[in-house]
């Protein structure tokens, strides 16, 4: 059974530091998402990590993929007030068509 | 990227009635899923919908109870049947884009049982 850990669940962090989300799977995999909610509102896609060594950056957002240590990060830098959300990685399951398996999820609070 | 559209986005409904939720995309797409976020909680998968075969559904979903429709490449139905206070939720239909492994998710359905 695919299993997908991240943490931390909660994170508050003040405005202007730095701090990395971790994302664990348990199986292998070439692949992983990450995702941004915000309360009330679905899913927004902001990576997709497709290979060993994958790093993608947006804005102060940036997400890289191990996949011999089946660990992903989610890297913040800088932090701002607007990137107060929900943020879930996932892993594709091949059984299901690559559907996802979700992290629960870090629940992130930037205060000035 | 994809486009997707879910109707109704939320509902109000009485327990032991049943509702259909739709999901349209502005392409056509091979594999089409439905999730379940439960308040406060991570998405869980339903099923998977793959044009002109059966949905296949993950353990502790049955079909009687979330039957799913996918008769093209850009529609898709999940019925919530004989509903109870457990089955209040958000439903999410999501769809990966063939080309660029992107999977993106619907605006969801908010459901609520009395």
């Known amino acids: 059974e695919l299993k997908v850990e991240q943490n931390p669940l909660f994170l508050s962090m003040q405005e202007g530091k730095n701090y990395t989300i971790y994302c664990n799977y348990s199986t292998t995999s070439d692949r992983l998402y990450w995702y941004r909610q915000d309360p009330g509102k679905s899913l927004e896609s902001l990576f997709v990590l497709l290979s060993n060594g994958a790093v993608k950056q947006e804005g102060r957002l940036m997400a890289s993929l191990d996949t011999k240590a089946r660990l992903s990060t989610l890297h913040i830098t800088a932090a701002v007030h607007d990137l107060s959300a929900t943020y879930f990685c996932a892993v594709p399951h091949r059984g299901s068509g690559y559907a996802l398996n979700f992290g629960k999820g870090t629940s992130l609070l930037v205060t000035p | 990227s994809a486009v997707i559209s879910q109707k109704p986005s939320r509902d109000i409904c009485q327990r032991g009635t049943s509702l259909t939720i739709q999901c349209q995309v502005d392409?056509?797409?091979?594999?089409m899923f439905w999730y379940r976020q439960q308040p406060g909680q991570s998405l869980t998968l339903i099923a998977t919908a793959n044009q002109g075969s059966e949905a296949t559904y993950e353990s502790g979903f049955v079909i009687d109870k979330f039957p799913i429709s996918r008769p093209n490449l850009t529609f898709s139905t999940l019925t919530v049947s004989n509903m109870s206070p457990e089955d209040s939720s958000i439903y999410l239909c999501s769809v990966e884009e063939n080309r660029s492994y992107e999977q993106y998710f619907g605006p969801g359905t908010r459901l609520t049982v009395t």
């Open positions: 392409s056509q797409v091979t594999m």
